[in-house]
Structures are given as C-alpha cells and as structure tokens.
C-alpha cells in the first residue's frame, strides 16, 4: 500500500511541476510573433500610377563584392488594372538621399517586364548605395522620350535595413 501512495504522489509531483513551465500560452505566442515580423517587415502603402498598383513587399541589404558599399534590394509586385499591356523597368525608378539622387545598378537583375491586362507581376529593383545612407525617397520616375522631362509619379518614404 507504501508502494502505490509513493507511486501516486510521485506521479502528482511530476504533472504539478510540468504545469509551471515556462512555456508561452497560445494567447502569448501570436503576440510575440507578431511583434518579431513587424521588427524585420515594414508595410509601405500601395500606389496606385495609371491604374498600375504598386506595392514595396520588401527591402533587402547586402554588401557589394569589395565591401565598400552595399546593394539594396527592394523587391516590388506590380498589378495592371487596365485593360491594355503595361510596361515598368527598374530605370523607372530613383533613390534620393539628402541632395544626392542615386540611379537603379545597372548590371543588377533588375525587373524589365511588360504586365498583360488584369494580371499582377512581382521584380525587383537594385541600388548600389554607400554604407552611410540608412533611409531615403524611392519614385517612380518613368523614362521619357524626346525633349519631356522625366516626371516622379510615386514616392515612397523607406529605411534602409542592416546588412544580413
């Protein structure tokens, strides 16, 4: 009879301190995630340009091959609400910070597409930025043609993440 009380408290004394844990409860958990994504994951609103929707889904830094400078990736989904073909290209785009605007890099993979009617794309587009330059205005500038001056349509407020 010792034997089966022992046994009996032994096993109450285990589920007693497996009820203390730390772990989170569900309610604590989608807090504590939510609060981590909206750390790393900043929103930026839609725009919307010649019934083109555009939205920043992301902003990525890395730094260049010789270490002096870094490249700044923001990745971007496109949605044509016409119903005509619409093209966009990363040459649409500028970066200014302070007096010095910055063009997109060149020999990046940088998005250069035609959107068919009602149908959404997503691209990216490269900057190569010095280390010092932490936040900045990202336009849509679209290339023009013949004596018309390139016109900012779009302009995004964005901050530049720390290098991975």
Do not use: H, R
Not at 71 to 92: A, L
């Amino acid at each position: 009879m010792k034997k089966v009380m022992l046994i009996a408290m032994s096993g109450a004394c285990a589920l007693s301190l497996v009820a203390c844990s730390a772990t989170p409860t569900k309610e604590e958990t989608p807090k504590t995630t939510q609060e981590a994504k909206s750390e790393k994951e900043k929103t930026y609103p839609a725009k919307t340009v010649n019934n083109i929707e555009m939205q920043i889904k992301g902003i990525e830094t890395t730094e260049n091959g010789k270490g002096d400078k870094n490249i700044v990736q923001i990745t971007m989904s496109f949605k044509n609400e016409t119903d005509s073909k619409y093209g966009v290209g990363g040459n649409d785009f500028i970066f200014k910070s302070g007096d010095k605007t910055y063009q997109v890099k060149a020999d990046a993979n940088n998005i250069g597409t035609e959107i068919a009617a009602d149908k959404t794309v997503s691209g990216a587009i490269n900057f190569e930025l010095p280390k010092d330059v932490k936040s900045g205005e990202f336009s849509y500038q679209p290339v023009t043609f013949g004596k018309e001056k390139p016109k900012v349509l779009a302009t995004w407020k964005i901050s530049i993440p720390n290098n991975k």
